[in-house]
């Protein structure tokens, strides 16, 4: 475990706070609110993330927004949904509005702090906040502060997890190769290259993080056999969890099964055309094509 030094001027946390706060279109914190709403008084802030933060042009595409709650509990009216959140966070929803599509994931803020700390469960979260984000709505000023502590968080708990495995000097390699393994933890639809890919496409924002981290990480006593131990573990469970959270999504996620074969398409390259019968039952639909899936390379 790691804490940030001197809270009250870490380099890292001013670097994450002015980019949390970087304008969006209107649009998408149009959206953010519109889901804040919907879960009402639990909703504490709303984080855009994911590939739309590089486009200007937002029709057509699916935005990507991570809703931060209370509880699950007073998140959700049907107590399944709030059990499914705490069992198998996060619960992943669709939605529209103002003729923008979006997706929504949702963490309570204890989980988000979670897993974004040396401690998480699984890999992703902290991968995923690593990258650039936007905090686009906030229900206060103290829940806006606290979210800009967790996501201060992520990146130093991704690189130390990795650094072991790159010569501290190497701050590019570092980040790839952080994402090498992260993608490695999960159920991936992309192509091969995607984590340098990542890195290269915002170089100076990377080696400028990757620094300030680096700048507050102690010395770590892991050595490089144990860490690819570890990364071994954490690639093991994820690959499960991707699968539970998948079922999951395809029950709570409208036109769940539709969703996910649009994704692998995108992104790994297929043509993969949904019957029917397999739009219906979407659990029955991944169970036939994941392992061809796997077996060609399109989901690693």
Not at 151 to 174: I, K, Q
Not at 269 to 284: D, F, S, Y
Request: hydrophobic content about 45%; some cysteine.
């Amino acid at each position: 475990s790691w804490r940030l030094k001197h809270p009250s001027m870490s380099e890292l946390r001013d670097l994450v706070a002015g980019e949390l706060k970087l304008p969006v279109d209107p649009r998408v914190s149009g959206v953010a609110a519109a889901i804040a709403a919907k879960h009402g008084a639990a909703a504490r802030a709303a984080l855009f993330y994911g590939s739309c933060l590089r486009h200007e042009q937002l029709d057509g595409l699916m935005l990507d927004f991570y809703l931060i709650v209370s509880s699950y509990r007073a998140a959700y009216r049907k107590r399944c949904l709030a059990a499914a959140n705490r069992l198998i966070p996060p619960n992943v929803f669709y939605f529209e509005h103002g003729g923008l599509a979006s997706k929504y994931a949702v963490l309570s803020e204890a989980d988000f702090a979670h897993e974004c700390s040396p401690q998480a469960w699984t890999v992703s979260t902290a991968a995923r906040f690593a990258q650039p984000s936007r905090l686009v709505w906030s229900a206060d000023k103290s829940t806006a502060k606290r979210i800009v502590e967790t996501v201060s968080h992520a990146a130093p708990t991704l690189l130390g997890w990795t650094l072991p495995l790159v010569d501290r000097r190497d701050v590019p390699g570092l980040w790839k190769r952080a994402f090498e393994q992260t993608f490695g933890a999960e159920l991936r639809a992309e192509r091969l290259g995607r984590s340098a890919a990542i890195v290269d496409a915002d170089p100076e924002r990377y080696e400028r993080f990757g620094k300030a981290v680096l700048n507050e990480l102690p010395a770590l006593t892991r050595n490089r056999r144990q860490a690819l131990r570890w990364w071994k573990r954490k690639q093991r469970h994820g690959k499960r969890y991707s699968v539970a959270r998948l079922a999951k999504a395809s029950l709570t996620f409208a036109n769940g099964a539709a969703y996910i074969a649009w994704k692998i398409n995108r992104h790994a390259g297929t043509e993969i055309r949904l019957k029917p019968w397999q739009q219906r039952h979407p659990l029955v639909a991944a169970i036939v094509h994941l392992p061809k899936l796997m077996r060609t390379g399109a989901v690693r």
